[in-house]
């Protein structure tokens, strides 16, 4: 029996490093060039990989990570975004997959940006792909070229306003994000999830010092959101918001969870607020919404029903 269990041993041995030895010499150049393609195909975008490797138990490295629309008039950069699969959580009937994603091209705004997704291994076979655990974190990562792209990209929609284009075309955010994340999400019984959110801009500035604006960029006093889920039902903080010389945004209400997540149902309330500059530039705006002229730079919106299809009220 003992000779068995070594034979047994060192057969799986074999194999093990026989796997191993395929993993790291695998042609990750030839992958590399085959997924730049195929996601470019997919998106409508053009995205290439500088390098990819191995990167050890179970996972791929990418570095210098260029995403540019179909255009060119939107760039976005990543210095490096790693992708693992934890090989111990399998044995636990668990399936983690963890990234790690490096953004700045200097060491002065270099930041780093963590997420990791569990998902049950039997929810997964069932047709349930809600992760049991979410957790994410942030350090002084950088948020301008992300948000520039996000921006341009709606800018240069299909559908884009042609009010509204230009403005988001001359907008600009920048700042660190940091904080956590950290969700423990049940989902057939939603009740039973908890957890907590805490997420801020550092140095946050809403850039409007382009030529076509003619205003002062604005700094943010706070940009804070800021939430806990008890009981299935994740409610804002009401000290969440973002606050400014010249804007104004704030959010209140709560969101109770579904077993299905597009029909977990909103209550929610944001208001926003212009002052002086940005008043007297953008409170048409406001007033064509809110269907009066004398809105005074102020708008509320009230967000209730499903996740899927709520109802929107303007006031």
């Known amino acids: 029996m003992k000779k068995v269990l070594n034979v047994l041993s060192y057969i799986g041995l074999f194999f093990l490093s026989f796997a191993l030895f395929l993993f790291i010499t695998f042609p990750y150049e030839v992958l590399k060039e085959s997924l730049a393609a195929e996601l470019s195909q997919q998106s409508g975008m053009q995205i290439r990989i500088g390098e990819m490797s191995a990167k050890l138990p179970l996972g791929i490295r990418a570095q210098d990570i260029k995403v540019e629309s179909a255009n060119g008039s939107s ?26 994603v490096e953004a700045g091209m200097t060491a002065a705004n270099t930041g780093s940006m ?9 929810d997964l076979i069932q047709g349930q792909p809600v992760p049991k655990h979410v957790a994410f974190s942030a350090k002084s990562f950088p948020i301008e070229q992300a948000v520039s792209f996000a921006l341009g990209m709606a800018a240069n929609s299909p559908g884009a306003n042609p009010m509204v284009a230009p403005l988001l075309s001359a907008l600009g955010v920048s700042g660190a994000l940091n904080g956590k994340i950290e969700l423990d999400l049940d989902s057939k019984n939603p009740t039973q999830s908890a957890g907590v959110m805490d997420i801020n801009l550092a140095k946050a500035v809403l850039k409007l010092s382009h030529p076509s604006l003619g205003l002062p960029d604005q700094e943010f006093k706070k940009a804070l959101i800021k939430a806990k889920v008890e009981n299935g039902t994740l409610v804002l903080d009401k ?31 944001v208001a926003l607020k212009l002052n002086k500059g940005l008043k007297e530039k953008f409170g048409f705006i406001i007033d064509a919404v809110v269907g009066n002229s004398t809105s005074d730079g102020q708008l509320t919106m009230q967000v209730r029903g499903p996740m899927e299809q709520p109802a929107v009220q303007t006031f």
């Open 114 to 122: 963590e997420i990791s997704l569990d998902f049950g291994i039997i």
């Open 239 to 269: 000290a969440s918001g973002f606050f400014a010389d010249e804007i104004e945004l704030a959010t209140e209400g709560k969101v109770t969870l579904k077993p299905v997540p597009t029909n977990s149902v909103l209550d929610l309330k």
């Open 75 to 100: 760039q976005l950069q990543l210095k490096r975004l790693s992708a693992n699969l934890s090989i111990f959580s399998l044995f636990l009937g668990k399936v983690r997959a963890e990234a790690d």
